[in-house]
């Protein structure tokens, strides 16, 4: 599946990381803008000029090291922004208290690949850097090492100070109608069209049973499967996660193609593939399912999903930041500074 303009070569052990240069750079700025609200393009290029570099380097190096890795560093931007904003505060490890435990954020992970990329650049460029950025290009370069498109992340955010485990108790979750999917998006600025390409980046990554059982085994009044599930796929869904089986095995959550970033999973959800709840209920409202179709029709353009992605993900990573005063540099990401 092709992303031209975005799209960049894909690493693999055999190539290389080959980077198509000023065309895709170039496209990109003049379709998002080199600036949203406070932050900017470039923002590090005087201080830190590696710092982008740094970052990409250490997901690249995880991503071989452990595929699922580009799925959970996305995820991790998304329930990042969705809480306090893009501040860094799903980073902070403070026990029982944070809203890393948070019932929405079960199954998150990519915390050690972030606190080595913050290593890392501090040895260069000392307190400058903050997490929260880095969360944000890890999340592209994650994109983009997936086959998805590479697109220029405005930068310059500061770290917050607080993560409060109740501050995230209205995150999106699987079990959620579309309305009320809808209604959390639009509190956090973004719209319907966002909520369909955010949900997209399911398109790598997996999920457990546990986040599927509802749907398989008690979706109905009498115990029913979601009827949105297609007759044909149900069984194997059923045969991945039987009835009383162990919650915690996993399955990928585009099962066509579950490790590239294309535009399958909206076909899954058109076919009655998709494997968790939230996916499938795009297809139960008239202006999401407009927005899927608009990707997977006739006139569809898998190179205007890779455009609109770029463009949702930025905008979701405008959300709530923390500029100047408003926050702080960590010097270690799972921790606000002490003084």
Known sequence: ???????????SSNSGLIILFLLSFCCINHLIGFSEGQLRVGFYSPTCPRAESIVRSVVREATLSNPRTPALLLRLQFHDCMVEGCDGSILIDNGDKGERLATGNQGLGGFDV???AKANVERVC?????CSDIVALAARDAVFLSNGPFYQVPTGRRDG???????AANLPDVDDSIQLLKSKFRQKGLSNKDLVLLSAAHTIGTTACFFIKTRLYNFTRGGGADPAISPRFLP???????????INVRLPLDPVTEDSFDVQILK??????AVIGSDARLYDDGSTKEVVD???GKRGSSAAFGQDFA??????GNIGVKTASQGEIRRICSAVNSN
């Open 114 to 116: 972030i606190e080595k």
């Open 161 to 167: 100070r607080v993560s409060d485990i109740s501050r």
């Open 126 to 130: 000392r307190g400058v850097v903050s």
């Open 236 to 246: 194997k869904l059923k045969a991945k996660c039987p009835f009383r089986g162990d």
């Open 1 to 11: 599946m092709e992303f031209s303009p975005f799209q960049m070569p894909v690493y």
């Open 311 to 316: 463009q949702a993900m930025v905008k979701i």
């Open 268 to 273: 899954n959800i058109r076919d009655g593939l």
């Open 294 to 296: 608009s990707y997977i």
